[in-house]
């Protein structure tokens, strides 16, 4: 049976009735990880930039070294789980 782990690898996650189920597992990815389910452009293909996905700059607006507001207020608007990702990571 699968287990899930937390990330010492060694603590088993817990649910609400004991160890974490797969179901509970994977609920807790859709609002932990939601960049996990949303479409993507093809198998590492930059797409046409006519789709949503396609049309994703590779460069972080919110690092230092690709600082861009208006791309950033644009990000926010168009994707706020995305722009909050790239912001936490920058």
């Known amino acids: 049976m699968p287990q899930a782990f937390e990330a010492d690898g060694q603590?088993?996650?817990m649910g609400k009735?004991?160890?974490m189920t797969l179901a509970e597992w994977v609920?807790?990815?859709v609002s932990d990880a939601p960049h996990l389910f949303?479409?993507?452009a093809?198998?590492?293909a930059a797409g046409s930039g006519g789709g949503a996905a396609g049309n994703r700059?590779?460069?972080n607006p919110f690092r230092k070294e690709s600082w861009n507001l208006t791309e950033q207020m644009k990000l926010q608007k168009s994707d706020p789980q995305l722009a909050a990702r790239l912001k936490a990571s920058a």
Request: net charge negative; no cysteine; proline share 6%.
């Open 11 to 13: 603590t088993a996650r």
């Open 17 to 19: 009735d004991g160890p």
């Open 27 to 29: 609920d807790a990815l």
């Open 38 to 40: 949303e479409a993507n």
């Open 42 to 44: 093809g198998g590492g």
């Open 57 to 59: 700059s590779v460069k």
